[in-house]
């Protein structure tokens, strides 16, 4: 257990260079080039982590003075995802959350029933969290384990189920999301895809950023688009002209930035995702690997960003109007981009489609996360952890508003019957995908 607290406190921009490096030498790339990749990977992410950082640096004081402003008051604070993931490490089912998630994933991998050979170990704080709530809430540690099983099965599922719609928006082939709080809201903007083309004239309404810049010139290029959704946001804040202008500059920064950060990244990336291709295409016909990468990657695209810029206040409204709800939208407001980057695919980059998928997704999420609450604050207790002045309750937008959290919590009720059957759902899914997939590919080699 030592070990791992020491990898996963080293962090990804240190391990991952390292990760990437050693598996290059496995799929016999030459040290040198492996070793360039595995560098230039550990770069990229160090670049992604500082845009990210300036981002949530900038909009999260403005989100918290919009709060202010706006005088909101809710008893529960959402206190944000990396004291989310801190509370979930620290848990007793924590501490094995990495040992098991690469279980399954080598279990899944050796016997078919996944493409995805994750390293975004650290993520893998989001089984811990589901776990550690369905411990405190069945007094069973047990059961907090399988959960966490059966979660890392469903993420491996749901990293399968998008590859291709990663591959064909974001241009990143070989390379899949088994995030906890990017990939399940896939299952949402599925449905509600197939719902707005069905819709007379709001089907044909375009709203990707290519169709904006094209429309509206410079002020549909996404520096610009930045520059004004900044704005606005600080407007809204209530800041003086300075502190306003100082927004709409970083948001713009971020919007041009981020992207090439993770060019960068890629630039590492791609060499091993294609050797690992070739790597099994020789020694396993028929079968391919993709390498399971933290959502970040996908961030930074413009539509990402102005879907996510344009929920804060939507977010902010629905806390306010939403009946029931009494959670406070805090420290995961500028984390949003996570929730809806696997949204923007399916939704082919619609940024109207995409904020309103969004909202009715938030606006379950945060009846979700008041319902939660009473776990998630005992599970910070069980961790020690420190909460904020005058904070009794607390929750969190990323993972406690997620869909998988109430799959989970709801299916815990029926006790091991329903965890265990979620899990073994999650594999007949996984079976029918790895045959629908080989069958597929079977069908492209035969017509090539």
């Known amino acids: 257990m030592d070990v791992i607290k020491y ?23 030459k040290p040198g080039e492996a070793f360039r990749a595995g560098l230039t990977v550990g770069i990229g992410f160090i670049g992604i982590n500082l845009v990210i950082g300036l981002l949530m640096g900038s909009l999260g004081p403005a989100a ?3 709060v202010k402003n706006l005088g909101i008051q809710l008893t529960i604070i959402d206190v944000g995802w990396p004291a989310t993931s801190a509370i979930a490490f620290g848990s007793a089912v924590g501490a094995l959350a990495i040992p098991i998630g690469l279980a399954v994933n080598l279990g899944m991998l050796v016997l078919g029933l996944t493409r995805t050979l994750n390293i975004d170990l650290w993520n893998l704080w989001h089984i811990a969290f589901t776990g550690s709530l369905v411990a405190v809430m069945s007094n069973n ?32 082939p070989n390379i899949s999301f088994p995030h906890g709080t990017s990939t399940p809201y896939y299952l949402i903007a599925l449905p509600l895809e197939k719902l707005f083309d069905r ?17 509206l010139g410079l002020l549909g290029e996404s520096t610009v688009l930045g520059l004004i959704l900044g704005i ?5 804040a209530g800041w003086d002209l300075q ?24 630039e590492g990336l791609i060499p091993i995702s294609e050797a690992a291709s070739e790597f099994v295409r020789k020694r396993f016909p028929g079968r391919e690997v993709n390498i399971g990468m933290d959502a970040a990657l996908a961030v930074g695209h413009p539509a990402t960003i102005a879907a996510s810029l344009l929920m804060i206040p939507i977010v902010l409204g629905l806390a306010v109007l939403m009946p029931g709800n009494k959670v406070l939208p805090f420290g995961d407001l500028a984390t949003i981009p996570f929730i809806v980057c696997l949204m923007v695919p399916i939704f082919k980059g619609n940024v109207i489609r995409t904020v309103i998928g969004a909202t009715i997704s938030l606006a379950f999420g945060l009846l979700l996360a ?3 609450s009473p776990l998630f604050t005992q599970a910070a207790q069980n961790a ?65």
């Open 384 to 448: 020690g952890f420190k909460f904020p002045d005058g904070a009794s309750a607390i929750s969190s937008l990323v993972d406690g508003a997620v869909p998988t959290t109430a799959i989970f919590l709801f299916g815990a009720k029926l006790g091991y019957v329903g965890i265990i059957g979620i899990a073994v759902i999650g594999l007949g899914v996984a079976y029918l995908v790895q045959r629908k997939q080989k069958n597929s590919s079977q069908s492209e080699n035969k017509a090539l």
């Open 199 to 215: 819709i007379p004239g709001f089907r044909n309404l375009k709203a990707d950023p290519e169709t904006i810049q094209k429309r």
């Open 64 to 66: 918290q003075d919009m």
């Open 232 to 236: 606005i946001i600080a407007l809204l």
């Open 7 to 29: 990898l996963v406190d080293l962090g990804p921009s240190v391990v991952l260079p390292v990760l990437i490096f050693l598996f290059g030498i496995i799929l016999k790339t």
């Open 243 to 266: 502190k306003v202008l100082d927004l709409g500059v970083k948001t713009a920064a971020v919007m041009l930035i981020l992207p090439r950060m993770v060019s960068i990244l890629m």
């Open 370 to 372: 008041t319902y939660i």
């Open 141 to 172: 540690i047990t059961l907090g384990i399988l959960t966490s099983i059966a979660h890392a099965i469903i993420l491996l599922v749901l990293a399968d189920l998008t590859a291709k719609h990663v591959s064909n928006y974001y241009g990143y």
